[in-house]
């Protein structure tokens, strides 16, 4: 059964950091991983999409990388903004069915 | 356009009312989802529809009814709800159900009271 984790599970940093977010998944048969941004009460952004054939997307400050044989993805944020303090989420697609596991989240806070 | 609109944003029924969330997609995706999101928790998957037939229910109470009455529309209908089905409800929309990212709307705040 996958499991997906994700640590920490809590982040505060100041403004202006460079930081990496990790994800963990427990079965390398993954079709794709999604990382997503979810703000205090209101639905999930996709931020980065990687398809299990490629080791990294990058999206303006984000960047995403995967590593299936060791189940590792991370999720850099350079320069890290006040405005992106959010939960972010990643979740793998398994091979079998295509179900969508999430991790539980990392909730960031970049202070000013 | 990447965008999937759900309404209405915020809902509060009591247990014996009957009410119904919608969801709308125009990108031509053939798979829709429902999920379930609890405080502080990640979203929990409820049904998928692919090519408005449903192919996965996992194991939901029949007091919700999902429907797809076209390849853009998805609604959730509510009926008996209990106060612990109090929840956030996302909608979802990918290209197929297999593969493709997932798109969410913003979310129906449901309270039961």
């Known amino acids: 059964k996958q499991e997906v984790t994700q640590i920490p599970a809590a982040l505060s940093v100041p403004e202006g950091e460079n930081l990496v977010l990790n994800c963990s998944f427990t079965?390398?048969?993954?079709?794709?991983l999604q990382w997503f941004r979810q703000d205090p009460g209101k639905g999930l952004t996709s931020l980065l999409l990687?398809?299990?054939?490629?080791r990294e997307q990058t999206s303006g400050r984000l960047n995403a990388s995967l590593d299936k044989s060791s189940g590792r993805s991370t999720l850099y944020i350079a320069a890290s903004q006040p405005g992106d303090s959010a939960t972010y989420l990643c979740?793998?697609?398994?091979?079998?069915?295509?179900?969508?596991?999430f991790g539980q989240g990392t909730e960031l806070s970049v202070k000013p | 356009d990447t965008e999937v609109t759900q309404t209405p944003k915020h809902l509060v029924m009591g247990m014996t009312n009957k009410k119904s969330l919608k969801c709308e997609q125009h990108?031509?995706?053939?798979?829709m989802y429902w999920y379930k999101q609890k405080a502080k928790k990640p979203p929990e998957l409820m049904f998928v529809?692919?090519?408005?037939?449903?192919?996965i229910n996992e194991s939901v109470p029949s007091r919700f009814s999902p429907e797809c009455p076209n390849s853009s529309l998805l609604n959730l209908h509510l009926h008996a709800l209990q106060p612990e089905d109090s929840a956030l409800y996302l909608c979802?929309?990918?290209?197929?159900?297999?593969?493709?990212?997932?798109?969410f709307g913003e979310g129906s705040r449901l309270t039961v009271l």
């Open positions: 990108m031509g995706h053939r798979a």
């Open positions: 979740a793998v697609r398994h091979n079998q069915g295509g179900k969508l596991i």
């Open positions: 529809y692919s090519y408005e037939k449903l192919s």
């Open positions: 990687i398809q299990s054939s490629q």
């Open positions: 979802a929309s990918s290209q197929d159900r297999t593969a493709g990212e997932l798109f």
């Open positions: 079965d390398s048969a993954i079709y794709n």
